[in-house]
């Protein structure tokens, strides 16, 4: 099983300012299967990258993902007050998916 | 539009059996794979396993095979998520999602239903 680890655990930034989250794989991740989620209290996580640099239909350009083998970054260019919520990161290169422990980020 | 509408809250006893369900519309329910993924109080989430329900092919991940069952009926366009005899370890929110494969990223997501299990 592929083990992610997300640092930091929480980050706290100001609005306005830049955010990089980022997810380490304790092996590397096939083609670069890598996915962020968005999750926000009370919501159901919402899809923001996959194949590790792609945005997702509706996300705004000021999320990127880079990344491969088992290093990965999502950034955050410019944090907008909506931005601020739990990010995953996903590996869906092999069985079984897994999922890293999060990243909040806070004002 | 996409939508995956899934029951509604359950509180249940140690030791009952329960059958959640995610409601699919918007697109080809056959055609796509529906995953489940659980997240406990307060913690991360957890990819339970996924079902293809045009010929209700499942993939369980390991740590889940045997405590759920996952399942699917076409004609309803929707998919289930089954226990047999909960444990107050099964209180959780589980989450219903679409995939293009049955190891693909998850792009749309159900609310998700919480489920309570009082022992």
């Known amino acids: 099983e592929i083990v992610l680890t997300q640092s930091p655990g929480t980050l706290s930034s100001p609005p306005w300012e830049r955010a990089t989250l980022s997810c380490r794989a304790s092996q590397s991740v096939d083609s670069s299967y890598l996915a962020w989620y968005q999750q926000k209290p009370g919501q159901a996580p919402r899809l923001l990258i996959y194949?590790?640099?792609s945005r997702a239909a509706g996300i705004p350009d000021r999320f990127s993902g880079s990344g491969s083998g088992t290093d990965f970054t999502l950034t955050i260019s410019r944090l907008e007050p909506e931005d601020f919520a739990v990010y995953y990161c996903?590996?869906?290169?092999?069985?079984?998916?897994?999922f890293g422990g999060g990243t909040k980020v806070e004002v | 539009e996409v939508r995956l509408v899934q029951s509604g809250a359950e509180v249940k006893k140690s030791g009952e059996s329960l059958k959640i369900s995610c409601k699919a519309s918007?697109?080809?329910?056959?055609?796509?794979?529906i995953a489940w993924v659980r997240q406990m109080p307060g913690k991360g989430l957890e990819w339970m396993g996924v079902i293809y329900p045009g010929d209700s092919d499942v993939r369980y991940n390991p740590s889940f095979q045997g405590q759920v069952s996952i399942s699917a009926d076409q004609s309803r366009y929707t998919a289930y998520l089954q226990w047999s005899s909960l444990k107050a370890s099964d209180s959780a929110m589980y989450y219903c999602a679409k995939s293009d494969f049955w190891s693909g990223k998850l792009d749309s997501w159900g609310q998700g239903t919480l489920v309570t299990v009082s022992s």
């Open positions: 918007g697109y080809s329910f056959s055609h796509y794979w």
């Open positions: 996903q590996q869906y290169g092999s069985s079984p998916l897994t």
């Open positions: 194949g590790a640099s």
